[in-house]
């Protein structure tokens, strides 16, 4: 039986085949602003392939009933209403970073740039989380389950007075100011307009800007944007007791690997006080590989057989 798997972002889909005790298709990638909808999409990464039996989707948003809406785009992505619309006769809808969590345990060597802190703990639970189009969170917890959350949507705190500012700017704008409205790449943006850069600017521009090093703005709106997700990463570590390991994934930071292992990432995410010396065995990891999803997508259906 071959398996449909796709990672559904806000702005890319990403489509592989799984064949019955085979590994993976190279995933074939699509930007979803050039379709009306999911199923068109699916319809196009499937041309000229037959059917599959299966379908596991990984969809950016809180999933209930195996249906799900798009957080940034508004799709309403529904397993029971694909099934008939495109002739598979199982479809199932799971968390974006659900999928990505599936594949923690299998990531390793040039999928992974450490980011400091000590061994792994054995058997410990391993959290995720990614800025991109969102900003997604799970965790998952050995020997074999996911936790998916909306963690990304929770509220934002400030570390330091410039920090502070920031966030009451946006605040203003927005009332509630969550860790994703900073940490993703509309936060680069906002960042870099709320430290006084001209408007508009996208998150692409600001970061080569930043990494150009002649542009002093863009390079303290990025500086910023690291030393939040350091912190955020801490928290997320706190919270799921993470001692085998917190993963950054998403699209935006392996742009910048070097960046952010020399920006104050690790030493924002150990700023715990009582905790440091807690969080400062727990290591940090960059996730390089461009498909965890796809690899974490494959391993769950395996489990479900």
């Known amino acids: 039986m071959t398996t449909l798997l796709a990672d559904i972002g806000g702005t890319h889909a990403r489509f592989a085949l799984l064949p019955e005790g085979g590994a993976p298709t190279a995933p074939v990638k699509y930007r979803l602003d050039h ?48 099934a008939p619309l495109l002739g598979i006769p199982r479809v199932r809808v799971v968390n974006d970073f659900a999928a990505l969590a599936w594949a923690l345990p299998d990531l390793a060597g040039a999928d992974l740039k450490p980011l400091g802190g000590a061994a792994a703990v054995p058997g410990a639970p391993m959290a995720v989380l990614g800025p991109g189009t969102g900003l997604g969170v799970a965790a998952f917890l050995p020997p074999g389950r996911v936790l998916a959350s909306e963690g990304g949507h929770a509220s934002l705190a400030a570390h330091t007075p410039e920090e502070a500012a920031v966030i009451a700017t946006l605040r203003g704008q927005h009332g509630h100011v969550s860790a994703e409205r900073l940490i993703s790449g509309m936060g680069i943006e906002a960042l870099h307009a709320a430290l006084g850069g001209p408007p508009g600017l996208r998150a692409a521009e600001v970061t080569a ?12 709106a990025l500086t910023m944007f690291c030393a939040l997700l350091g912190s955020f990463a801490g928290d997320v570590a706190l919270m799921f007791g993470a001692q085998g390991g ?17 920006s104050p990432f690790r030493a924002r995410f150990e700023a715990k006080g009582r905790f440091q010396p807690w ?27």
């Open 279 to 305: 969080l400062a065995q727990v290591p940090t990891w960059l996730i390089l590989r461009p498909d965890p999803a796809v690899l974490g997508l494959a391993a769950l259906a395996r489990q479900a057989g």
């Open 246 to 262: 917190v993963f950054i994934g998403g699209g935006i930071c392996p742009r910048f690997p070097d960046f952010l292992a020399a």
């Open 209 to 220: 800007r930043a990494l150009e090093g002649g542009d002093a703005l863009s390079r303290r």
């Open 35 to 82: 379709f009306p909808d999911i199923a068109t999409a699916i319809r196009q990464a499937l041309a000229g392939q037959p059917m599959p039996r299966a379908a596991l989707l990984a969809v950016a948003g809180p999933v209930s009933g195996n249906s799900v809406t798009l957080t940034n785009r508004g799709w309403v992505v529904d397993g029971a209403a694909l």
